[in-house]
């Protein structure tokens, strides 16, 4: 499974897969304690595929991002906790993004990023290649 369908959903905490839709929103079930909620098309949903962290440059995908942290970590979970000091959590992060804009990511933002990409190797959502790459990995093998 992709980052396509994680979704993180404003006011609850951790992140939640995407199960079905339904005719008034869809169906999510939590990363953290396998609880499913019905979610409405009013709510503030952010599907991880489509967020970006900005840096100096450019906006970095959010996959990349998880990808660079991965290669730091060697596939297993951050060396610091999302609940780290402010200085600790931006030195962390400026390790994996040494270029990320100080002004507009703020640690709010990198202790979700930290939360996220621990509760994904928590469930084993791993695989943070782009949608694109792994469907045209899977012909070629076939």
Do not use: C
Not at 59 to 64: A, S
Not at 101 to 121: F, G, H, T
Request: net charge negative.
């Amino acid at each position: 499974m992709g980052l396509e369908k994680i979704l993180s959903v404003a006011g609850k905490p951790g992140l939640y897969k995407l199960i079905t839709q339904t005719r008034t929103g869809f169906v999510a079930e939590s990363l953290l304690d396998g609880k499913r909620i019905t979610v409405s098309l009013r709510s503030s949903v952010s599907v991880l595929s489509e967020i970006a962290i900005y840096t100096l440059e450019e906006e970095v995908p959010l996959r990349d991002v998880f990808k660079k942290i991965q290669e730091k970590e060697d596939g297993g979970k951050t060396s610091i906790g999302h609940k780290e000091e402010k200085i600790k959590l931006e030195e962390y992060f400026f390790e994996v993004l040494p270029n990320y804009d100080e002004d507009r990511v703020y640690v709010s933002d990198i202790k979700k990023v930290i939360q996220w990409y621990n509760i994904l190797v928590d469930n084993k959502i791993t695989d943070f290649s782009s949608e694109e790459v792994a469907s045209e990995e899977a012909s070629e093998e076939e």
